[in-house]
């Protein structure tokens, strides 16, 4: 359905229920008016012949002359007394039938006289003893006469309140529905490449402007994350090209003349350094992009102890290799929280891995695991070099390295964004204290809950 039937239906809808109204109200109207209006004359006819009745009470004890000239004169004298009849029991006139009704006829009856409709009250009449036969009629010209131009009235004005109204509708349903029609020409504009765009909020609190929010809502969540796909896909190729050129300038180097074989071991054990730092980031980028797509990792009771003692055993020898020493503050007994085992198990490599790279030989590098209050507390300190306080905002940031260690080969960048992408995954941050000069401590709760 597109927006203009909408728009259509709602005023088709709107005019269906209004006519609905309108004709129960026209046809209550003249139906009730049509009642009353009989009723009156009924009631005006029955009061004529009552009339008559009480005049031949009252001159009962005339002769028939007599009561022929006074029941003439109460004729006479009230309105469309002419429409009166009487006869006797003989049948014999005594008001004259200027339109000559049915007399035998009891009861109300409809009649037509030369194009005029009459209704017509016939009773038979007893007084003194004697019977006779009356009838009252009523033109009904006025009373049709209001009844029609009430019907035409009806009929003309039913049309135009409802052309009026529909048109109404449909003006009101279009202002109401207008702002969809912004936001759909908005949203057909949006694409990838100008997520930045923002539909104008109306502020009239109602739907429209919850759905405008909403939808600018969508679109900064929609702009962020494109931008961090942008952001992560420039930063990937960038620390990509240059392992890849220096394999090439290496290789291009060592071809350009013949070498002894002491030379060639030298150039390929660059080449090969080369090659591994290459493998270290695509892995870790690889990591990064699962971690990013799956959001959330599978929690299950985790033993962090052991954990914590198999980290241990794993950076051992580039500890010992470094000079120095690996310190593990914790006893045996199982601490469980939950967790992610292989999750667990790179967030405490990373941040070990670390320590032991920026702390010189000589150094301290301390695991502690302890149980706290709020869950299990994991420590991991060291006596390095710290962490400028400028670079500590970015440390976490995709390929940042602080500027002091940038120049040192090894190193991605990424290791502590893989960190907090996992430690996130747990509802937990990591922490960090450090000084320049004296060491660091990242440290991270695993929460019972
Ligand atoms: P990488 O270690 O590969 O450079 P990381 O994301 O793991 O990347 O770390 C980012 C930066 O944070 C590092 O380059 C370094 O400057 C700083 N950093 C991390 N851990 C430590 C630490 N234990 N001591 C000093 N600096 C650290």
């Known amino acids: 359905m597109n927006r203009v039937s909408i728009r259509l239906r709602l005023t088709l809808w709107f ?17 009730a008016l049509d009642h009353r209006l009989m009723e ?19 001159e009962g004890d005339l002769s028939r002359e007599q009561m022929v000239i006074e029941v003439t004169e109460f004729a006479s004298e009230i309105p469309e ?53 009356a009838t009252a009629a009523s033109d009904m010209e006025r009373v049709n006469g209001i009844l029609h131009d009430l019907r035409i009235f009806l009929l003309l004005a039913i049309p135009v309140v409802m052309l009026v109204a529909a048109a109404g509708g449909f003006w009101i349903s279009r ?30 609190g109602d739907e429209l402007q919850r759905m405008s929010e909403t939808w600018n809502d969508v679109l900064e969540r929609l702009e962020e994350a494109v931008k961090r796909i942008h952001q992560f896909t420039a930063d990937a190729s960038h620390e990509l090209r240059s392992p890849v050129a220096l394999i090439r300038a290496t290789a291009e180097l060592a071809l350009r003349r013949e070498r002894t074989s002491q030379e060639y071991q030298q150039w ?35 033993d962090v102890t052991a954990a914590a003692t198999a980290a241990i055993a794993e950076v051992q020898p580039s500890a010992a290799e470094k000079g120095i020493r690996l310190q593990a503050h914790f006893t045996t007994q199982p601490l469980v929280a939950p967790g992610n085992a292989p999750g667990l198990r790179r967030l405490l490599l990373i941040l070990l891995d670390n320590a032991i790279k920026y702390t010189p030989a000589g150094g301290h590098v301390t695991l502690s695991v302890e149980a706290i209050a ?26 940042y390295r602080a500027d002091t260690v940038r120049a040192r080969g090894s190193g991605t960048g990424l290791g502590l964004s893989i960190a907090r992408t996992i430690s996130r995954a747990h ?7 450090s000084e320049a000069g004296k060491g660091s401590r990242f440290s991270f709760v695993l929460c019972h809950h």
């Open 81 to 133: 007394g002419k429409l009166m009849q009487l006869r006797d029991a003989a049948g014999a006139e005594m008001l004259p039938a200027s339109k000559g009704f049915r007399l035998s006829a009891e009861g109300f009856t409809t009649e037509l006289r030369d194009g005029h409709t009459y209704r017509v009250l016939g009773a038979p009449i007893a007084s003194h003893g004697k019977s006779y036969m």
């Open 374 to 399: 709020a869950g299990i507390r994991v420590e991991v300190a060291d006596t390095g070099e710290g962490i400028p306080e400028a670079a500590l905002p970015h440390i976490f940031e995709r390929f």
């Open 175 to 204: 202002r109401a529905l207008a702002p969809v029609d912004e936001i759909t020409l908005v949203a057909r504009s949006i694409s990838v490449r100008n997520l930045s765009q923002r539909l104008r909020v109306p502020q009239t």
């Open 15 to 31: 005019s269906g229920v209004l006519l609905a109204g309108l004709a129960v109200f026209a046809v209550a109207t003249f139906l």
């Open 268 to 302: 390929l054990r660059q080449i090969e350094d080369e090659a591994m730092r290459m493998t270290e980031l695509t892995e870790a980028l690889l990591a990064l992009a699962r971690a990013d797509a799956n959001g959330m990792l599978e929690l299950e009771p985790v």
């Open 40 to 58: 009156g004359v009924d009631s005006d006819l029955r009061a004529r012949i009552a009339g008559l009745q009480t005049t031949l009470d009252i």
């Open 427 to 433: 509802s937990t941050e990591i922490a960090v204290e």
